[in-house]
């Protein structure tokens, strides 16, 4: 008698172990796409991370061919300052001038 109660208990226990594998089962296809998921957006971020570093690299070394090229710029209006004499102000003539010279 006692032996037909362990085998029922034991039929039991199996049938509830039975049932919450298949429950698993049937969530583990959703879980591993899922997981696919993220996955692939977790590469699409590290590609989207190594290309805004490639621009912040591309951006510092445009900012510095800015600065050198403002620099020449300095330098090549303090030369023509050096050569030109000092400016004259320019009369321009107007139309009631007439014939007097400039």
Do not use: K
Not at 39 to 64: I, K, M
Not at 83 to 98: E, F, I, K, M
């Amino acid at each position: 008698m006692v032996r037909w109660f362990v085998l029922g208990a034991l039929l039991v226990s199996l049938l509830v172990l039975a049932v919450a594998v298949r429950r698993v089962l049937t969530r583990l296809s959703g879980l591993l796409r899922a997981a696919q998921a993220l996955q692939e957006r977790q590469e699409h971020a590290n590609q989207l991370r190594d290309a805004a570093l490639t621009l912040q690299r591309r951006g510092e070394e445009l900012q510095e061919r800015i600065e050198t090229v403002q620099r020449r710029i300095g330098v090549i209006r303090g030369r023509r300052a050096a050569r030109l004499p000092a400016a004259q102000p320019v009369r321009w003539a107007s139309p009631t001038d007439g014939d007097r010279p400039g």
